[in-house]
Every structure is written in structure tokens, then in C-alpha cells.
């Protein structure tokens, strides 16, 4: 039985990449053009629409010399934006064939409207095709060399993420510990004490564990009494967990109610990319 060599491999995934990709930017060329046309169709103000019961207000005439120098301004913007004149005036075209074909749904009608929705498709076609060629000459405005999208070169980003985030995590241990608030007879708790435990070890965090009336947890050395801080922080649902910095008095959610230990590391590494962190 024959295998694919690893170039053999590389160059399937790359020609499986720009296959995503060029699907992804073909249905984002469509997507606009019929987003435009939904555009030109609503452009109409509400007030306008004599239909929608506005018909009492009616604007105030204007003046032959105000039509002239609006004509004279429509001209001036039409010259300095061909491109964008003749793709309004496709949009109205296509949008007038849709409408023959659903009103008056001949033969001719309706192939007249497969027609230029077909013409979109190769218009789009050719677009992704000349998008791809600049991305393959001009590297900088490749995106999957951020965000690589091939198989294996997603995996190595993948783990890279986890790696950057797991070291700033780490880093975040060291200054803030974690308070576990908790309630006795509460299954969430119960399920999440374990959670929040492993959590700790993997990044040797301090945890408090922080209960309603004093109660311990068998899990957590350190369990004490609330002292009013749950109303304090606004402590509405158990479990939560918080991080928190003793000398800024800093405080992080790191989990309201039961989640997991991946949500609460990305839940972390978010916050600390925006800077909040004190």
C-alpha cells in the first residue's frame, strides 16, 4: 500500500487552505452584494414611506436652483465613483429582475434572474482567484500566517497558544490568589470543588475557600467564615471563583457558577489582554 510523502501531505493541506479560503471570501462576495442590494431596497427613510402612516409629514419644497446644484453635486460624485455607480446600478438591475421573477414567474423571467446570479458567482470567482494570487505574492496580508488553517500547522499554533497562555497564567499565580465561595448542600459546589482543586495545583495557586456560615471543605485546607465580602463583590451564584490581588485588592471573576477549567484560562488570559490586571 502506497503513503503520501510529507510534501505530498503539505501540498494537500495547502490546496485544502485555499480551498477554505477561497469559499470564505467567495461567500463574503455575495454575501455584500445582496447585503447591498437589502440596502438600496430599505434605503428609505421611515418617514418617507407613506405606507408606514407618514404620510402627514411631507418634506418642504425645494427650489428649482436647489434640484439643479443637487443634480450638478450627483454628477460630480457619479465621476469621482464610477465603480461604485455602475455596481448601484447592477444592484437595481438584478433587484428588478428578482422581482419580475417573483411576480411574474415565466421561463424568461426567471432565466433572466439565474442568469445574473450566475454572473455574480464568476464575478466573485474571479475576485477570490486575484485575492489569493496578491496574498501568495504580498506574505503581509496573509492571514493564515497569523492563524495558520492547514492541519498540522494548526495543531503547532494551537499548542503554542496553550503554552503563552499557560506561562501567563502562571505568572498571574504568583500575585493573586483564588477565593472559592461556596454553600453547604449544594451539588454545584460539590461538582466544582474538584475543578477549582485541580485548577490550583496546575498552576500552584492559593485557594480560599469561603463559605456562607463557616462550613469546611474537605478539599481546601483553608475554608473560613464569610465576612460580608460575598455581598461586598455581588456574590449572587454558587460556586464562584475569584482572583485576587491582596495589595491593589485587584479582584478578577474567574468563574460565576460551573465551568470549565479551560473556560476559566481563557476567561484569565482575555482579561489579561486587556490589560485590567493591577
Known sequence: MS??????????AARAAFRKVKLMVNCLIIFLFLT????????????????????????????????????SKDSSISAQYPATE????????????????????TSQNVFNYQKMQYEIIQKSGEFAKVWMQNVYKTPDIDY???????????????????RLAEEKIHELSQKYGLFFFFKNNCPYCDAFAPVV???????????????????????????????????????????????????????IPVAIGMISIQEMEERIVSIMGDGELQ
Open 36 to 71: 447591498g442590494l437589502s440596502n438600496a431596497e430599505d434605503g428609505k427613510s421611515f418617514y418617507d414611506d407613506h405606507a408606514r402612516g407618514w404620510h402627514w409629514y411631507e418634506p418642504e419644497a425645494q427650489p428649482d436652483d436647489f434640484n439643479t446644484n443637487q443634480e
Open 144 to 162: 493564515t500566517q497569523e492563524s495558520p488553517m492547514s492541519q498540522n500547522a494548526r495543531h503547532i499554533y494551537l499548542a503554542e497558544q496553550k
Open 86 to 105: 455602475e455596481l448601484k446600478l447592477y444592484q437595481a438591475q438584478l433587484e428588478e429582475a428578482k422581482a419580475a421573477a417573483v411576480m411574474y414567474p
Open 197 to 251: 482543586k485541580g485548577f490550583s495545583e496546575k498552576y500552584d495557586w492559593d485557594v480560599l475557600a469561603i463559605s456562607e456560615f463557616g462550613e469546611t471543605h474537605e478539599l481546601f485546607e483553608r475554608s473560613v467564615r464569610d465576612n460580608g465580602l460575598a455581598e461586598t463583590w455581588g456574590v449572587n451564584t454558587y460556586p464562584s471563583l475569584f482572583a485576587v490581588n491582596p495589595k491593589s485588592g485587584h479582584v
Open 3 to 12: 503513503t503520501c510523502s510529507t510534501g505530498d501531505e503539505w501540498n494537500y
